[in-house]
């Protein structure tokens, strides 16, 4: 079974930055496209960025503010977020997807608040 760790998260204020980092199987991770999403109670979990082999797709909503990365080493995809604003805050997942079938992280509540 694929299971993702996360870390990173918490409180931060207005125009604050956080970093997001998960963890993914070393043998799957190179193959695999890797993203973050986000929900709020009540809504439908939404795109916030992925990154696939030769390809970056951001949601309008983060782009200029917010950095998918991989570090291929350490099996890791990272979720820098600068310029944070107050609806940016939600449940962060990470997400593999390999072969059609996506896996999620256990989520990560990113609060921004002043």
């Known amino acids: 079974q694929v299971q993702l760790v996360e870390s990173g998260g918490g409180l931060v204020q207005p125009g604050g930055s956080l970093r997001l980092s998960c963890v993914a199987p070393?043998?799957?991770?190179?193959?695999?496209?890797m993203g973050w999403y986000r929900q709020a109670p009540g809504k439908e979990r939404e795109l916030v960025a992925t990154m696939g082999s030769g390809s970056i797709v951001y949601a309008d909503s983060v782009k200029g503010r917010l950095t998918i990365s991989r570090n291929y080493a350490k099996n890791t995809v990272n979720l820098q977020m600068n310029s944070l604003r107050l609806d940016d805050t939600d449940v962060y997942y990470c997400s593999l997807l390999r072969y059609g079938h996506e896996t999620w992280g256990q989520g990560t509540q990113i609060t921004v608040s002043s």
């Open positions: 070393e043998t799957i991770f190179s193959m695999s496209t």
